[in-house]
C-alpha cells in the first residue's frame, strides 16, 4: 500500500512536470514567434499590391504562417468582434482620435455628450497616451466609457479610413442613416481595378470620394456639403494598425498579443499580451 500511494504520489508529480514544462515552453517561445511575425508583416505591406487603399476585405482577412515542426502563427490586422447582427471589425484608422477630435464629434459618440465632451477636450491630461486615462476625467464612468471605447483611438493623425469606418464612427462625424447605407453599398459593390483584374471593394481614392458616391447614387445637397465637410478627414488607407498574432505549438495556443504599430514609420506604438 505504501508503495502504492508512492508510485500515485510520484506519476502525479511527474505529469504535473510534464504539464509545467509544456506550459514554459509554450509560452517561452510565444514571445519569439511574435516578434519573428511583426517583422512579416512589415516585409508584406511593403509588398502591397495596392499600396494606395486598404478595403475592408483586405484588412479583415486572416492569415497564417507555418513554422518548422507542428508550430505556426496567425495574424490579422484588426480587432474583431462578434455582434448579433454579424462580425464587425476595429481598424486603429478608422476609429476617431480623441486628442485631434472636436467637441461637437465627441459629444455625439455613445455614452457622451455635449458637457462630458467640454471636459475631455479640456482635460490637462490631454493629449491622452491610452484610451483608458479618460476614467480620470471628471463625470466619464465606466458604464459610459464601455459605450465608446471601440470608437476612439490615441494613435494617427485624424484620418479615417473610409472603407473600414464603422455605423457609429460615421455617425459622430455628423453624416445621416441614408447618407452612411449609400457609403456601405458602394463598399460591398463597388469593385476596384483595371483591365478585368479585382483589387477589392470599395473607395481607391480619396479625393474622389464625392465623385464616386454620386456617380453610384443620387445625392441630396445637404449630402453633398456633408461629405465636403470631411473630406479633409476621411482617407482610404490605414496607416495605423492593430496588429494581431496568435503562435500555436503542437496544435495549442500560445500567448496572444495585440500590437499597434506605424507602417509608414515601421514602428510599434504599443504592445499587449493576454
Known amino acids: 500500500m505504501i508503495l502504492s500511494l508512492l508510485g500515485m504520489g510520484l506519476t502525479g508529480l511527474v505529469f504535473q512536470e510534464i504539464i509545467f514544462v509544456k506550459s514554459y515552453q509554450r509560452l517561452s517561445l510565444s514571445l519569439p514567434v511574435a ?14 499590391l495596392s499600396p494606395n487603399y486598404d478595403t475592408f476585405d483586405e484588412l479583415a482577412s486572416e492569415s497564417q504562417q507555418v513554422l518548422c515542426g507542428n508550430n505556426s502563427y496567425k495574424y490579422y490586422f484588426v480587432d ?3 455582434h448579433k447582427e454579424g462580425m464587425e471589425i476595429i481598424d486603429e484608422s478608422a476609429l476617431i482620435n480623441i486628442n485631434l477630435a472636436s467637441k461637437e464629434i465627441l459629444g455625439r459618440l455613445p455614452g457622451l455628450d ?22 480620470m476625467v471628471e463625470d466619464v464612468t465606466e458604464d459610459k466609457f464601455l459605450l465608446f471605447k471601440d470608437l476612439i483611438t490615441v494613435y494617427g493623425q485624424g484620418k479615417i479610413n473610409i472603407n473600414t469606418v464603422n455605423r ?33 471593394r470599395g473607395f481607391s481614392n480619396a479625393g474622389q470620394i464625392l465623385e464616386d458616391l454620386t456617380n453610384f447614387s443620387s445625392l441630396g445637397l445637404s449630402q453633398q456639403q456633408d461629405i465636403l465637410a470631411l473630406l479633409s478627414v476621411l482617407d482610404v488607407k490605414s496607416n495605423y494598425l492593430r496588429f494581431n498574432v496568435v503562435p500555436a505549438f503542437g496544435g495549442q495556443e500560445g500567448l496572444h498579443y495585440s500590437i499597434t504599430v506605424s507602417i509608414p514609420a515601421k514602428k510599434v506604438l504599443s504592445w499587449k499580451e493576454y
Do not use: C, M
Open 168 to 200: 457609429s464612427v460615421l455617425l459622430a462625424l455628423g453624416l445621416e442613416d441614408s447618407l452612411i447605407d449609400i457609403i456601405f453599398r458602394f463598399r460591398q459593390e463597388h469593385k476596384i481595378g483595371d483591365s478585368g483584374i479585382e483589387f477589392g
Open 35 to 48: 516578434r519573428v511575425a511583426l517583422k512579416t508583416v512589415f516585409y508584406l505591406r511593403e509588398g502591397d
Open 114 to 135: 455635449e458637457d462630458l465632451a467640454d471636459k475631455i477636450i479640456n482635460s490637462g491630461l490631454r493629449p491622452f497616451s491610452g484610451i483608458n486615462e479618460l476614467l
Open 80 to 82: 474583431k468582434i462578434n
